[in-house]
T-cell receptor, first 113, second 113 residues
Framework: EPEVTQTPSHQVTQMGQEVILRCVPI?????FYWYRQILGQKVEFLVS????????KSEIFDDQFSVERPDGSNFTLKIRSTKLEDSAMYFC???????????FGQGTRLTVV | GNSVTQMEGPVTLSEEAFLTINCTYT??????LFWYVQYPGEGLQLLLK?????DKGSNKGFEATYRKETTSFHLEKGSVQVSDSAVYFC????????????FGTGTRLQVTL
């Protein structure tokens, strides 16, 4: 069964460093998403991406964040200068079209120290 | 804005017990409603969904009915199994789309023999 894969499963980084979280969406999907979950809190929408551009973003997704689909298979989330409060589980998701089920990856746990 | 409220966990039940996990929502218009499940070490999986009032979503013995009058989407299962132990997330999205899911905090279910 096709699945969304995320790497790494866990990343530890120093405050102020740049991190790139990687995702491989399901191959025929056109819509891509990032969500995050701070420990003990809700899963929060960050950004959606379609046709090589951001289609929607939340207030969390500030200038420190960027997304890219560099090669037609990967979908990345970059945090330019990490802060302690960026520590969270980050989930990538993809869907075939709007109105269809979003499939989630297993998540990347980011720990900023 | 949109929001989802779930009952606090953890919920601990014996095998074959009846399960209810409460979920209420606040939204404008007529959102679509979802239950996602996260098994240990895995990503979020769609469990069931309902897209209009009085719809009943069902899957794997779980059911939830979209109640507009009470703005609720409670998850139920008549007889839980140990394999149902997981975290359950209630979520909503704007009508007609699966993008930008708004999640509840999640409820951890632990089923014991």
């Amino acid at each position: 069964e096709p699945e969304v894969t995320q790497t790494p499963s866990h990343q530890v980084t120093q405050m102020g460093q740049e991190v790139i979280l990687r995702c491989v969406p399901i191959s025929n999907h056109l819509y891509f998403y990032w969500y995050r979950q701070i420990l003990g809190q809700k899963v929060e929408f960050l950004v959606s991406f379609y046709n090589n551009e951001i289609s929607e973003k939340s207030e969390i997704f500030d200038d420190q964040f960027s997304v890219e689909r560099p090669d037609g298979s990967n979908f990345t989330l970059k945090i330019r200068s990490t802060k302690l409060e960026d520590s969270a589980m980050y989930f990538c998701a993809s869907s075939e079209a709007t109105g269809t089920e979003a499939f989630f990856g297993q998540g990347t746990r980011l720990t900023v120290v | 804005g949109n929001s989802v409220t779930q009952m606090e966990g953890p919920v601990t039940l014996s095998e074959e017990a009846f399960l209810t996990i409460n979920c209420t929502y606040t939204a404008t218009g007529y959102p679509s409603l979802f239950w996602y499940v996260q098994y240990p070490g895995e990503g979020l999986q769609l469990l069931l969904k309902a897209t209009k009032a009085d719809d009943k979503g069902s899957n794997k013995g779980f059911e939830a009915t979209y109640r507009k009058e009470t703005t609720s989407f409670h998850l139920e299962k008549g007889s839980v199994q140990v394999s149902d132990s997981a975290v359950y997330f209630c979520a909503l999205s704007r009508a007609g789309t699966a993008s930008k899911l708004t999640f509840g905090t999640g409820t951890r279910l632990q089923v014991t023999l």
